[in-house]
């Protein structure tokens, strides 16, 4: 695509979406932000999203492409497979966004758009082989390989979230998968839960809107519960970020998400696990380090799926 030609963009998640005129080179204008309401349901999220496009695409100027970051796996037809909204699973995304503007459509799941995005535009630039890692309400992921996005036979590719960590009774389960996944031990709801479980353990009460950053925030203060419980999560993270090196053998590695938010408090015992769960003739070879786009990363990975596509 050449730069004189427009992308409408959109990061449709769960809870918010976003959408945006940009183009190529990653430069863009506005970003129009909607908060889904509670118990809105697949249907009518769309709507307001497909609303909210078309009065993007009233501006003057070339639409030549969409781009879609949608969070949560999506068939190469542009079908959705999952998500944990009610309502979107089956719908047919790319027909609706074709339907609404009349261009063609390129759709990716956020993993994947948030590996094109920090490739493109942030962490990752310079790099060839690169592995994303979004560790936040979920654990997601995408793998640039030759300076392209990896999708796999089915468009289904670094479903890291899902890899099987643990298993038997012990396992914990969370959301849609099988129980003993990386996304069940070491997201942001993960730590949330274990260190909620260890505060009721010491007969404290659990704050309002308990998270990720309370358990992170008090382990940086000593409190011996919540470094136990972020060492853990951590070293869950370690043994997934290992075995990505292991599989794809990347020159950097990029973690976003909420959780990485946590700076140094992850970041150094996250390097030191990695060294102890790869081989020797893999230390070190991989920088690990956090996003730069931060939430921006998955629309400003539309934009480049777009351009790409386009």
């Not at 309370?214 to 290992?242: C, I, K, Y």
Request: hydrophobic letters at 45%.
């Amino acid at each position: 695509m050449t730069n004189d030609q427009d992308i409408l963009a959109f990061d449709v998640g769960g809870t918010r979406g976003r959408c945006c005129l940009a183009r190529a080179d990653g430069t863009h204008g506005d970003v129009i932000g909607l908060a889904r309401a509670p118990h809105e349901d697949g249907a009518r999220w769309l709507a307001r999203l497909l609303e909210a496009g078309r009065d993007l695409n009233k501006a003057p100027g070339k639409r030549r492409v969409v781009g879609v970051s949608f969070g949560g796996p999506v068939a190469p037809d542009g079908r959705v497979l999952s998500m944990h909204v009610p309502g979107w699973e089956k719908v047919d995304l790319a027909g609706a966004m074709a339907g609404a503007f009349g261009l063609p459509v390129c759709i990716e799941n956020d993993g994947n758009t948030g590996a094109l995005g920090e490739h493109r535009f942030g962490a990752g630039r310079g790099t060839r082989y690169m592995a994303f890692l979004n560790s936040s309400t979920g654990i997601g992921g995408g793998v640039i390989l030759d300076g392209k996005l990896y999708r796999g036979a089915h468009g289904l590719a670094a479903e890291f979230g899902h890899m099987v960590m643990r298993t038997g009774p012990d396992a914990p389960q969370y959301a849609a998968g099988k129980p003993g996944v990386l996304e069940a031990l070491a997201s942001g709801p993960a730590i949330a839960r274990d260190g909620a479980l260890a505060l009721r353990g010491l007969g404290r009460p659990v704050p309002a809107n308990f998270g990720a950053k309370h358990v992170f925030d008090a382990a940086r203060n000593g409190e011996a519960w919540a470094v136990e419980v972020r060492d853990r999560a951590v070293e869950e993270l370690a043994r997934g970020v290992a075995a990505v090196i292991c599989a794809y053998d990347p020159e950097r590695v990029v973690i976003g998400g909420g959780v990485s938010l946590a700076g140094d408090a992850l970041f150094e015992p996250l390097r030191a696990g990695v060294t102890r769960f790869v081989p020797h003739y893999l230390e070190r070879k991989a920088d690990i380090v956090p996003a730069a786009l931060g939430d921006s990363a998955p629309l400003m990975g539309a934009v480049a799926a777009a351009g790409e596509r386009g």
